[in-house]
């Protein structure tokens, strides 16, 4: 076999291992997946008519805010899947699986292949179930077209991508499965921090810097873009450029440390 068909048919294996795993393993992928829908329904239908009133500029309609929040709530939920992908990561570097495939003929790479297609799977299911849960309390997107529909689904694919590959890296260089956990945690909050609840420029003014100069801001405002219409501007280059870079950077460090000798 050539060196390209080992390395697909070692890093399909690694990645059915993987999804097993998601599969016989389930409660930490529920509990992440419904943190962001928790957050969905709480802001619809508990802040949504005056967040309504305050974006529109208007009378209370929830479904503006509606129309806002789900694609914050989309990207989210791409954060919340990483804290599981570190921590499987994670547990195998200190379970010792690790080892023994060092010492197998498989190509080293697809073990990291495996878990980043994997989570990156994961996290486009659970985006697929969000926003299902999202269209089901009223969110519409009439306006976009089959193309930007793809645009879309790319966007969140790629940012998939990027981020899961941090996630790996903070994965391997935690001493245990809880350490983890905590060092993802940034992962989680920058949507916070970002345009996916309130405009930046209803922030506070030294606050806006933090907000806009991230990569969940001009991603969340690309999506909204596409799904419905408003102007993108430069968010769709910056956002790219982010995911490029940061799954240059996750890639690099990924391999570094999973190539190192074991102590």
Request: a positive charge; glycine letters at 10%.
């Amino acid at each position: 076999m050539s060196s390209l068909s080992l390395t697909v048919r070692d890093s399909s294996t690694m990645l059915r291992r993987n999804l097993l795993h998601a599969r016989r393993y389930p409660s930490l992928t529920l509990n992440l997946l419904l943190t962001p829908i928790v957050l969905l329904l709480l802001f619809v239908y508990v802040f949504g008519d005056v967040m309504s009133a305050g974006i529109g500029g208007g009378g209370a309609d929830r479904s503006q805010y509606i129309a806002y929040l789900v694609p914050g709530i989309l990207l989210m939920t791409i954060g919340g899947t990483l804290v599981g992908t570190a921590v499987s990561v994670s547990n195998d570097m200190t379970e010792g699986i690790i080892a023994r495939f060092r010492t197998m003929a498989i190509h080293r790479g697809s073990v990291l292949v495996g878990h980043v297609v994997g989570s990156v799977l994961q996290a486009l299911v659970s985006v697929v179930l969000v926003g299902a849960v999202g269209v089901a309390i009223g969110f519409r997107s009439t306006d976009a077209t089959v193309l930007e529909w793809i645009a879309a689904f790319g966007l969140l694919a790629l940012f998939a991508l990027a981020f899961t590959w941090i996630a790996v890296g903070m994965g391997m260089v935690s001493p245990s499965a809880e350490a983890a956990s905590n060092n993802a945690l940034p992962l989680i909050f920058l949507p916070l921090i970002s345009s996916a609840f309130v405009p930046v420029d209803a922030m506070p003014g030294w606050f806006q810097p933090v907000a806009q100069y991230q990569p969940f801001t001009p991603a969340i405002e690309t999506l909204r873009g596409l799904l419905l219409g408003t102007p993108i501007g430069n968010n769709w280059w910056i956002t790219v450029l982010w995911c490029l870079g940061l799954a240059a950077l996750g890639y690099r460090w990924s391999k570094s440390v999973f190539d190192r000798d074991p102590k």
